[in-house]
T-cell receptor, first 116, second 112 residues
Framework: SAVISQKPSRDICQRGTSLTIQCQVD?????MFWYRQQPGQSLTLIAT?????????ESGFVIDKFPISRPNLTFSTLTVSNMSPEDSSIYLC?????????????FGSGTRLTVV | ELKVEQNPLFLSMQEGKNYTIYCNYS?????LYWYRQDPGKSLESLFV?????AVKQEGRLMASLDTKARLSTLHITAAVHDLSATYFC????????????FGSGTRLLVRP
């Protein structure tokens, strides 16, 4: 299965600023997924990122707040823009690889964001 | 819209005991995943269940899937402290999006 390197692992940011989270995969993947996990909560999908096309956002998430880049088949970034304390969460990327149905989805190590 | 309900939300059990976590989902799917999350960590894949009647076992954990009942179970046998974690089920809505819909998670605490 794929190995994902996600960084930063954690950050403390001032409100009103932006943070870009990176995910690098050790193999080419068609789809990459970005999730948010608010404190004590489950995972909620933010958007799906395909290489060469605009990301597809879930209800409640907009591109202006969470712009995503997907420049190639092994890399993606998620930016959390104009942050407020409500954005304090763990952000995780996930990938779908060939054989996902057998191997399951793989997750990055997560970025723990605290906005003060 | 697919909804995934997990129960219980919190489970405190003694070492050596057995218990079952339930995962119900609202629309047809035959792809269900179980994950483990330790505090402050990412998700670790436990089981991938891909057909009705699928049963998989790893150590003290056994997962099953009943697609007709839209139900998956994660059974814990003779629990040990190392199993303390949060367990999530996640369902593929089978709508070609390939995304996963997660249950709320079950926080398991195994007491000595």
């Amino acid at each position: 299965s794929a190995v994902i390197s996600q960084k930063p692992s954690r950050d403390i940011c001032q409100r009103g600023t932006s943070l870009t989270i990176q995910c690098q995969v050790d193999s080419q993947v068609t789809m990459m997924f970005w999730y948010r996990q608010q404190p004590g909560q489950s995972l909620t999908l933010i958007a799906t990122a395909n290489q060469g096309s605009e990301a597809t956002y879930e209800s409640g998430f907009v591109i202006d707040k969470f712009p995503i880049s997907r420049p190639n088949l092994t890399f993606s970034t998620l930016t959390v823009s104009n942050m407020s304390p409500e954005d304090s969460s763990i952000y995780l990327c996930s990938v779908e690889v060939v054989g996902t149905a057998t191997n399951g989805y793989t997750f990055g190590s997560g970025t723990r964001l605290t906005v003060v | 819209e697919l909804k995934v309900e997990q129960n219980p939300l919190f489970l405190s059990m003694q070492e050596g005991k057995n218990y079952t976590i339930y995962c119900n989902y609202s629309t047809t799917s035959d792809r269900l995943y179980w994950y483990r999350q330790d505090p402050g960590k990412s998700l670790e894949s436990l089981f991938v269940l891909l057909s009705n009647g699928a049963v998989k076992q790893e150590g003290r954990l056994m997962a099953s899937l009943d697609t007709k009942a839209r139900l998956s179970t994660l059974h814990i046998t003779a629990a040990v402290h190392d199993l303390s974690a949060t367990y999530f089920c996640a369902v593929d809505p089978m709508d070609s999006s390939y995304k996963l819909i997660f249950g709320s998670g079950t926080r398991l605490l195994v007491r000595p």
